[in-house]
């Protein structure tokens, strides 16, 4: 150590003899092994790590370095105090494999790095980035105090080194000054400099166990050449879904003898389901409901029309005799009483004032003679009548087994019409055709003639009737939002998703066709989503060149060493978690957001900044 202090300069003796003379301190404080001192039975401890006590003066000192602005709302997002405590219970987990390796700290090596303004505090390696948001909050709060410049703060940070960079030096003369560094290392952990330098050996001895865990890890050129191509070989691809839910509202047949023969099938479905419903659904004494068709802001008269289309349909049905409630769930866009079959309660007052008329001029039974227009769109209402609580019962019965038979058919029938379209365009067809020839049965004019019910009668919120000046449109299969259209992914790449939608199968099937196929190949069979299946027709696929790896190669490569070497030191560290579970014993009072317990001297979270 002498020897470090001569290659320093005679000027500096003055300043070897302080830290030499603290040392000698620490040494008489705590006598030999004192880094491994083990825990009486009535010794406050944040954890206890094979016997060894992390006390609260340390948990204080990590936290108040972790978070040196000492924010509680920061501290409550980023969960700072249990990431202090579990700091510090990987650091002592590794100090105990490092010596077991035959590794330590010199002196020389603790002393060299405090001169150099290196200080350190472990945060546990099971979640790097959460480790490397942590690091950016420090460096950028430890430039904001003065402690480091912002270009060492950012540079430490890009070179993900989590030894922090403080400044002890005397602002005029630039040399290390011994009265800079107590009161900066007080600022940082409210320790004297006998306690910071004890902590310091341990988190250096952490910090070299890291070391040997993470440095031996690299890649060749082949593996990152390969996670290049993966990333950067993308393709686009043109995918037509159709929905469940689309085909079983116009696709499947219903012929009533079909769907009582599927109810006896399938009784206990049936009836699992109306018990669901029945409360629901039961006409309750002054309860309103409605069905909403929402407008988009500053919608056009076309908007406005398909809208009121929209819900035309669902009023003809109801008027058809379907259930109120059922259709409902299937068209209302108001999600909160969809649910309930449109129910929305007695207490119409904190509704706008033209849904409040309406419900308030109903009669138990009624509906309105025609759309309610508010700002939120097109509503039809209708008040229950509990003296027609039998009808209604059996008027939902009627509505869920037919609505359970299109919705157990719709798979079958979503599969082949994706099939479909996937052929015709394989077979020459444009996207737009096979779109067009495979759901024309299911749009002709003869199969919703009665449904084009235009509701115009109704005044809106603005005073005049809402399809007084729309043109007439018509809501069916071709115009249903839902309905199998053409749509464009971003590009993706192997480890990405192609579109919303896909299931895990589903998204498997199209990458691997989309990084096998040729530019405008379809997809043999249809890939599976979350509700039916899709048609997919490869656009275009970039592929990665090796110039252009060539280019980016040592920041590609060194990106990729930094996340093996963290997940390297994640596995082990869980590893050693493991092996010294019942050894590790934790008091979670400490990590409790409501409090910030430093113990005697530790930081609180009324402290000032710097």
Not at 276 to 305: C, F, M, N, S, W
Request: hydrophobic share 40%; proline share 4%; charged share 30%.
């Amino acid at each position: 150590m002498l020897n470090f202090f001569r290659h320093r300069g005679l000027s500096n003796v003055i300043y070897g003899a302080i830290i030499v003379a603290t040392i000698f301190a620490f040494v008489v404080t705590f006598r030999p092994n004192a880094t491994s001192r083990t825990a009486s039975l009535s010794e406050t401890c944040v954890a206890r790590v094979r016997g060894r006590c992390v006390d609260p003066k340390d948990f204080a000192s990590a936290y108040r370095m972790l978070l040196p602005s000492r924010s509680s709302e920061a501290s409550r997002r980023l969960n700072i105090k249990r990431l202090a405590r579990d700091g510090l219970v990987e650091r002592e987990l590794l100090d105990d494999e490092a010596k077991r390796l035959g590794i330590g700290v010199t002196d020389k090596e603790l002393t060299d790095q405090l001169w150099n303004g290196f200080v350190r505090v472990s945060l546990p390696a099971a979640d790097p980035m959460v480790a490397m948001q942590i690091l950016q909050e420090m460096y950028q709060a430890y430039a904001r105090a003065g402690l480091v410049s912002k270009e060492v703060a950012q540079a430490h940070f890009d070179e993900r080194d989590p030894a922090i960079p403080v400044d002890f030096r005397d602002p005029k003369t630039k040399a290390f000054d011994i009265k800079v560094y107590e009161r900066q290392i007080r600022n940082l952990s409210n320790r004297s400099a006998v306690e910071f330098r004890a902590e310091q050996a341990r988190e250096l001895l952490a910090a070299k166990m890291r070391d040997v865990i993470r440095d031996p890890i690299r890649v060749s050129d082949r593996e990152a050449w390969e996670e290049y191509d993966r990333r950067y070989s993308t393709a686009t691809a043109t995918w037509i879904a159709v929905k469940e839910s689309w085909a079983a509202r116009w696709a499947v047949g219903a012929a009533q003898a079909d769907v009582d023969a599927w109810a006896k099938e399938h009784q206990a479905e049936v009836d699992g389901a109306l018990a669901q419903r029945k409360a629901a659904d039961a006409p309750q004494t002054a309860h309103v409901r409605h069905i909403l068709v929402k407008l988009p802001y500053g919608a056009t008269d076309d908007e406005k029309a398909l809208a009121l289309a929209k819900l035309s349909w669902a009023v003809a049905r109801i008027r058809a005799g379907e259930s109120f409630a059922e259709m409902a769930r299937a068209t209302s866009d108001d999600t909160g009483s969809a649910a309930q079959g449109g129910d929305v309660g007695t207490q119409m007052g904190g509704f706008v004032a033209p849904f409040k008329e309406a419900a308030d001029a109903l009669r138990p039974g009624e509906m309105t003679a025609g759309a309610v227009q508010t700002q939120f769109g097109f509503h039809f209402l209708m008040k229950d009548d509990p003296s027609k609580a039998s009808e209604i019962e059996a008027q939902a019965k009627r509505a869920v087994v037919r609505s359970l038979f299109a919705k157990a058919r719709a798979t079958d029938v979503a599969q082949g019409l994706a099939k479909k379209i996937g052929e015709a365009i394989r077979g020459g067809k444009s996207v737009e055709d096979a779109i067009h020839e495979a759901i024309s049965t299911y749009t002709r004019e003869d199969r919703t003639p009665r449904l084009r019910v235009l509701l115009s009668s109704a005044p809106s919120d603005a005073g005049a009737s809402p399809g007084a000046s729309l043109p007439e449109k018509r809501f069916d299969a071709s115009t249903d939002d839902e309905r199998p259209k053409p749509e464009t992914s971003t590009a993706f790449n192997r480890g990405g998703d192609p579109f919303p939608g896909l299931s895990p199968d589903g998204t498997t099937t199209v990458v691997t066709f989309a990084f096998a196929a040729k530019d405008g190949e379809v997809i043999a069979e249809p890939a599976r989503t979350t509700d039916g299946f899709v048609a997919v027709q490869l656009k275009q696929r970039k592929v990665a060149t090796r110039e252009d790896f060539d280019k980016d190669h040592a920041s590609f490569e060194l990106g990729m060493v930094r996340v093996k070497r963290d997940e390297a030191l994640s596995l082990y560290v869980k590893r050693l978690r493991d092996q010294a579970k019942d050894d590790v014993k934790l008091d979670d009072s400490y990590v409790q957001e409501a409090r910030v317990d430093g113990g005697a001297g530790g930081a609180t979270e009324d402290e000032d900044e710097y």
